[in-house]
């Protein structure tokens, strides 16, 4: 079993950052690919950006250039930079990792991009 708790989601104003962390129960050597993906209120829920075992990174077009998703090994941490934020980034972002062939997901983090 893998437990995944994010953090750092908040109320933001359009333009401005935030940094969202994930910390798995489990060293993230552990899992074939870990994931940050959102959900918005009456949307399905869909992938914002990967990262592989070996470091390559997915995201998904909206997103690039501004998002960044990294693995902080030091502190086994998930974490995905948000710049530039606009208000359609606004929804629950979920942390996802694959160990095993499963995947596993986090309880969520509320981001909100208002003015």
């Known amino acids: 079993q893998v437990q995944l708790v994010e953090s750092g989601g908040g109320l933001v104003q359009p333009g401005e950052s935030l940094r969202l962390s994930c910390v798995p129960s489990?060293?993230?050597?552990?899992?074939?690919?870990m994931s940050w993906y959102r959900q918005a209120p009456g949307e399905k829920r869909g992938l914002v950006a990967s990262?592989?075992?070996?470091?390559?990174?997915k995201y998904v077009d909206s997103v690039k250039g501004r998002f960044t998703i990294s693995k902080d090994n030091a502190k086994n941490t998930l974490i995905l930079q948000m710049n530039s934020l606009r208000s359609e980034a606004t929804a629950v972002y979920y942390c996802?990792?694959?160990?095993?062939?499963?995947?596993?997901w986090g309880q969520g983090t509320q981001v909100t991009v208002s003015s």
């Open positions: 489990r060293r993230m050597s552990n899992f074939m690919s």
């Open positions: 990262v592989s075992l070996d470091g390559n990174t």
């Open positions: 996802s990792a694959d160990w095993l062939g499963t995947d596993y």
